[in-house]
T-cell receptor
Framework: EPEVTQTPSHQVTQMGQEVILRCVPISNHLYFYWYRQILGQKVEFLVSFYNNEISEKSEIFDDQFSVERPDGSNFTLKIRSTKLEDSAMYFC?????????????FGPGTRLLVL | EDKVVQSPLSLVVHEGDTVTLNCSYEVTNFRSLLWYKQEKKAPTFLFMLTSSGIEKKSGRLSSILDKKELFSILNITATQTGDSAVYLC????????????WGLGTSLGVNP
């Protein structure tokens, strides 16, 4: 069964460093998302991406964050200068074509720890 | 403001018990409601509900939606220790973004 994959599974970084989180969505999906979940808190929407551009972003998704789909398969989230409060689990998700089910399929997540 | 509220926030039961988890929502242009199970990592999809009164069932899990009263319930019968997880309810926004509005989740613990 096709699945969303994410790398790395864990990332530890120093405050101020740049990190890139990678995702490979399911191949025929068209909508891509990043969410994050700080330990013990609600899953929070960060950004949605459709037709090679950001379709919506939350107030969390400030200038420190960017997303890219550099080729036909990868979908990346870059955090330019990490802060302690960026420590969280980051989930990538994708959904199928327009008009298809709204079910979002999640990757296993990348646990980011900023020291 | 769109919101999804789940109750209870946490619940501990014994194996074999039946549990009912609640999810209420206030979301504009509602079309569907999703239930996910989250163990250690990513939420895994359980059900998508779009119509009132039609029960979705998968093994010991079932769910139903009430679009008039704006809530859904998730039932788990004959609970097992493997059912211990956080159960998340989410409602997708319509349109191109389709972002999910999440509840806080119900943390279910099933003791042997």
């Amino acid at each position: 069964e096709p699945e969303v994959t994410q790398t790395p599974s864990h990332q530890v970084t120093q405050m101020g460093q740049e990190v890139i989180l990678r995702c490979v969505p399911i191949s025929n999906h068209l909508y891509f998302y990043w969410y994050r979940q700080i330990l013990g808190q609600k899953v929070e929407f960060l950004v949605s991406f459709y037709n090679n551009e950001i379709s919506e972003k939350s107030e969390i998704f400030d200038d420190q964050f960017s997303v890219e789909r550099p080729d036909g398969s990868n979908f990346t989230l870059k955090i330019r200068s990490t802060k302690l409060e960026d420590s969280a689990m980051y989930f990538c998700a994708s959904t199928p074509r327009a008009g298809g089910p709204e079910t979002q399929y999640f990757g296993p997540g990348t646990r980011l720890l900023v020291l | 403001e769109d919101k999804v509220v789940q109750s209870p926030l946490s619940l501990v039961v014994h194996e074999g018990d039946t549990v009912t988890l609640n999810c209420s929502y206030e979301v504009t242009n509602f079309r569907s409601l999703l239930w996910y199970k989250q163990e250690k990592k990513a939420p895994t999809f359980l059900f998508m509900l779009t119509s009132s009164g039609i029960e979705k069932k998968s093994g010991r899990l079932s769910s139903i939606l009430d679009k008039k009263e704006l809530f859904s319930i998730l039932n788990i019968t004959a609970t097992q220790t493997g059912d211990s997880a956080v159960y998340l309810c989410a409602v997708p926004k319509t349109g191109n973004n389709r972002k999910l509005i999440w509840g806080l989740g119900t943390s279910l613990g099933v003791n042997p």
